[in-house]
């Protein structure tokens, strides 16, 4: 059942996907993580417009920063340009900021 689940989901979110839209967030697949990556792309303007936003895509971002937003970066430098895009999204999709570093 939960392969159907996941199924459906990857076959939503490709139906729905903008092709305007090229960064891809890096979730590191939702895994237990004690320390977080950082992201290699920085997302474009077109995933600050709330009409693009994409559920599966959405909920991953405010499922990956809730969660580890307050881990340190495994290499312990600060986040990158690409980092704080994403987390200005994170905010911007309503989530609370001190949930981020």
């Known amino acids: 059942m939960k392969k159907l689940i996941v199924l459906a989901a990857l076959a939503l ?12 967030f890096d979730d590191e697949q ?9 992201q290699e ?3 474009g303007e077109e995933y600050f417009d709330e009409g693009n936003w994409d ?4 909920l991953s971002i405010l499922r990956y920063y809730t969660s580890n937003g ?8 600060a986040a990158t340009e690409a980092d ?16 981020i570093r």
């Not at 979110?13 to 891809?24: L, N």
């Not at 307050?70 to 430098?77: A, I, L, Q």
């Not at 200005?88 to 309503?94: N, S």
Request: charged share 15%; proline share 6%.
């Open 13 to 24: 979110a490709a139906c729905s996907s903008d092709p305007a839209v090229t960064a891809q």
């Open 55 to 58: 559920t599966v895509v959405s």
């Open 70 to 77: 307050t881990k340190p970066y495994c290499d312990g430098k």
């Open 84 to 99: 704080q895009g994403w987390r200005k999204l994170y905010v911007q999709m309503g989530a609370d900021q001190t949930n």
């Open 30 to 38: 939702q895994s237990d993580i004690s320390c977080m990556k950082h």
């Open 41 to 43: 792309q920085t997302p």
